[in-house]
């Protein structure tokens, strides 16, 4: 069983920053892929970020790519998303999920992630 708790949501300006953080429990982390997605009212959960079990795989989604960063910290249990040059558009409840199948690979489709954390909001004003 894993724990996931997201944290650094809130409310910032277009064009700002932010990072999120997401910790996670258990003794076995790096034996999971992580991904953060985003879900907007009336919108399906999408796929923002992705990283492997070791961090040296990652994905992005096209609208995000060169402005966030998925990195992890398996000493910490933890998986952070740093968000540059933020846009209106990027505003959603941001979750942190987990899975063991692939876990070596980044990229990966939804129904395959096992854990999710609560969600933490992101509020970019334009």
């Known amino acids: 069983q894993v724990q996931l708790v997201e944290s650094g949501g809130g409310l910032v300006q277009a064009g700002g920053s932010l990072r999120l953080s997401c910790a996670a429990s258990?003794?076995?982390?790096?034996?999971?892929?992580l991904g953060w997605f985003r879900q907007s009212p009336g919108k399906e959960r999408e796929i923002v970020a992705a990283i492997a079990g070791t961090g040296r795989s990652t994905y992005y989604a096209g609208s995000v790519k060169g402005r966030f960063t998925i990195s992890r910290d398996n000493a910490k249990n933890t998986v952070y998303l740093q968000m540059n040059t933020l846009k209106a558009e990027d505003t959603a409840v941001y979750y942190c999920?987990?899975?063991?199948?692939?876990?070596?690979?980044?990229?990966?489709?939804?129904?395959?992630?096992?854990?999710w954390g609560q969600g933490t909001q992101v509020t970019v004003s334009s």
């Open positions: 258990g003794r076995t982390f790096s034996s999971y892929a």
């Open positions: 999920g987990a899975r063991s199948r692939a876990q070596s690979i980044a990229v990966a489709p939804r129904a395959w992630y096992d854990y």
